[in-house]
């Protein structure tokens, strides 16, 4: 038995006892001697009964002194007066037969007691198996969460390819934890706590295992969703459990998979708030915020939804560094698969560039069981080694199990999206002030986005121009009118651009006060919602007149927008195409890639 189980026996036994002794306060409090019948018709006799009361089974009364004062309280079963005379003409001792109802009064409770408790006990591992965690008696406090301690990962960098930004940025760490005395010494800030941001499978854990297998520190893991309990105060002792092992082992790294499932940001719960989550997330942060980062303890850990995370948890001191741990591109892949490759026996026919090619949208994770896959083909074969046969079917396998998952596109589909996202950093590098393009990308990027690019923002902004807000709508348009101008269609792709170009024109009119013929009026009232959740639009001041009015404005500027990318695309026709097929062939490009292509189109 652990030490959860021995706290949830304990709350039932304490509950158990505080019930029994009530029911014992209880039963002495309301105690009456109980005499027989005959006894209470002598009493009477003497006059020595008083304040009688008669139910239907039993008589009730006091027994007094003979000076008046009450002695105590008496009860007797009511006996049928006939009867009663007859017996006592003959001298006989009797009484009525007066029931024990103390056990009956026990069962009363206990048996209802027992009903619940087994219902629920029911539901509660009804729920924990829906979660995966497992059932048996008593299972609800089971410890699921088990501190999973490798003193060495035997993980290497190495290990972990494709993503050198992130290695780069966690070597850092690594130079830390192999001596943590020297490296404050020189006044380098110590970083705490890592988070690994990054879709599923792309080598979260791994990196985080490397790092503890480079330092060669051991390595403390639990999973985020593990924290949950059902029982208020558990996961909390978890944490602390979690950092006094760790500290006592110090230096050392602690992973935490999944933050999102404890750190989820406050008061965002679907009913409410949930108790035992907002617990184990303050401990956390009290955690995070009592050691002394010289210890050499480093948490990382490990999200794909960095967005709902609690901004607690991002401020100074906490997990103020963020790693981004993104899908691999086609240089990635090659190198990931030459990992795994390694693990099998090749044909000399095999080709890791010409896999990688196979199979863009790919994560680490998914290339890893392609090569077991193939692997698998191969020894059913019975062959001696793997071939790039065996390569092709085992993607055509994973490829049919990725597309139902809306991961993988289909060639068309990828050249709609080259172009589309090549429109965005095209009108994005033409337009004056805006952020310089990081990075353009047609690798999906979790759901909804099948393809991205990112603007580095040179500065913080909290004034924008009426200009900036422009030139940021034909920005937000340019994949679409990129798409317009190549293929003279329109496609579903541009929804979230077009409804965050449409919120930009919209708070311009309404709020910003930027439509001349509307005037320097804010219509809109939009409240903030209660606890950060989106409330109903505020209440409308204004007339139906204007409301189309503000329509009218809100489709003049997008418009607008649009025909102002459509205008930089025409014109830039050449780089958009040569663009989108370096992209289709590269599936990521960085700001060198952009710039050259620039000065190419311009020379
Ligand atoms: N970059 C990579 N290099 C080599 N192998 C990788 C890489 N990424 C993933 N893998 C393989 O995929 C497996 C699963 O990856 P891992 O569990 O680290 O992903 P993750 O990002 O933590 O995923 P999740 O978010 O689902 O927990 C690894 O054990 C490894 O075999
Ligand atoms: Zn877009």
């Given amino acids: ?32 001697e109980t005499i027989p019948y005959s006894r209470f018709e002598q009493l009477l006799e003497e006059g020595r009964v008083d304040h009688i009361v008669i139910g239907s089974n039993y008589i009730t009364g006091d027994i007094v002194r003979p000076d008046g004062s009450v002695e105590r309280r008496f009860v007797t079963t009511r006996v049928d007066p006939a009867i009663a005379r007859t017996l006592s003409e003959h001298g006989v001792q009797f009484t009525g037969a007066v029931e024990d109802t103390f056990f009956r009064d026990l069962l009363s409770w206990v048996v209802p007691a027992l009903v619940f408790f087994g219902l629920w006990l029911f539901v509660f591992r009804r729920i924990a198996e829906k979660q995966g965690l497992g059932s048996g008696f008593l299972s609800i406090g089971k410890s699921k969460a088990k501190v999973y301690v490798e003193a060495d990962t035997g993980v290497k960098f190495d290990d972990v390819a ?37 879709p599923p499978g792309t080598g979260k854990t791994l990196l985080a295992k490397a790092v503890a297998g480079e330092a060669g520190v051991p390595f403390f893991s639990i999973s985020g969703s593990e ?11 978890r944490v602390r459990d979690l950092f006094e092992q760790a500290r006592g082992r110090a230096p050392a790294i602690i992973f935490i998979d999944e933050l999102d499932a404890l750190g989820r940001a406050r008061g965002l719960g679907p009913v409410g708030g949930h108790d035992e989550r907002e617990q184990t997330l303050n401990q956390l ?14 948490i990382l850990a490990a999200t ?13 001191g906490r997990f103020d560094r963020q790693v981004l741990v993104d899908r691999p591109d086609r240089r990635g892949r090659e190198a990931i698969l030459r990992v795994h490759m390694k693990k099998v026996k090749l044909a000399e026919d095999v080709d890791a560039a010409k896999v990688a090619e196979l199979t863009p949208g790919f994560s680490g994770a998914d290339l890893a069981n392609l090569v077991n896959e193939a692997a698998l083909l191969a020894t059913r074969r019975g062959a001696e080694a793997v071939t790039m046969d065996d390569f092709t079917r085992a993607v055509e396998r994973i490829v049919a199990g990725l597309e139902k998952k809306n991961r993988v596109l289909n060639p068309r589909e990828r050249e709609v999206v080259a172009y589309h996202e090549m429109g965005h950093a095209l009108v994005a590098m033409a337009l004056p002030g805006t952020d310089p393009v990081h990075k353009v990308s047609i690798i999906p990027r979790g759901i909804g986005a099948l393809g991205y690019t990112i603007q580095r923002p040179t500065e913080d902004r909290f004034l924008m121009t009426r200009e900036e807000l422009e030139n940021k709508m034909a920005v937000l348009l340019g994949g679409r009118a990129a798409e317009h101008l190549v293929f003279g269609h329109l496609s579903t792709g541009a929804a979230d651009d077009l409804a965050k170009a449409t919120e930009i024109a919209r708070s311009m009119v309404t709020r910003y006060g930027m439509d001349e013929r509307l005037g320097f009026v804010a219509y809109d009232e939009t409240r903030p919602g209660f606890l950060g959740i989106a409330q109903q639009p505020g209440e409308r001041h204004y007339s139906e007149e204007t409301a189309r009015e503000i329509d009218r404005a809100v489709r003049a500027l997008v418009q607008g927008a649009f025909e102002r990318a459509r205008a930089i695309l025409e014109e830039r026709r050449g780089q958009l195409e040569e663009g989108a097929r370096l992209l289709l062939a590269r599936e990521t490009l960085g700001e060198a890639d952009l710039k050259r292509l620039m000065e190419k189109a311009a020379a």
Avoid at 171 to 196: Q, W
Avoid at 227 to 237: H, I, K, P, S
Avoid at 287 to 296: I, R, T, V
């Fill in 1 to 32: 038995m652990n030490r959860e189980q021995q706290f949830n026996l304990g709350y039932l036994l304490v509950a158990l006892l505080g019930i029994l002794m009530l029911q014992h306060l209880w039963v002495q409090a309301t105690q009456v």
């Fill in 304 to 316: 794909n939804r960095p967005e709902i995370l609690d901004p607690a948890l991002l401020r100074a």
């Fill in 285 to 298: 942060l009290v955690e995070m915020d009592g050691f002394d980062p010289s210890e050499g303890l480093v």
């Fill in 162 to 198: 494709g993503v050198d930004e992130a290695k780069e940025e966690l070597r850092e760490i690594v130079a830390f934890l192999k001596d943590p005395k020297g490296y404050g010494r020189l006044g380098a800030r110590i970083p705490k706590g890592v988070l690994l941001v990054g």
């Fill in 227 to 237: 924290f949950v309990e059902m029982f208020v105060g558990v996961g909390a002792a």
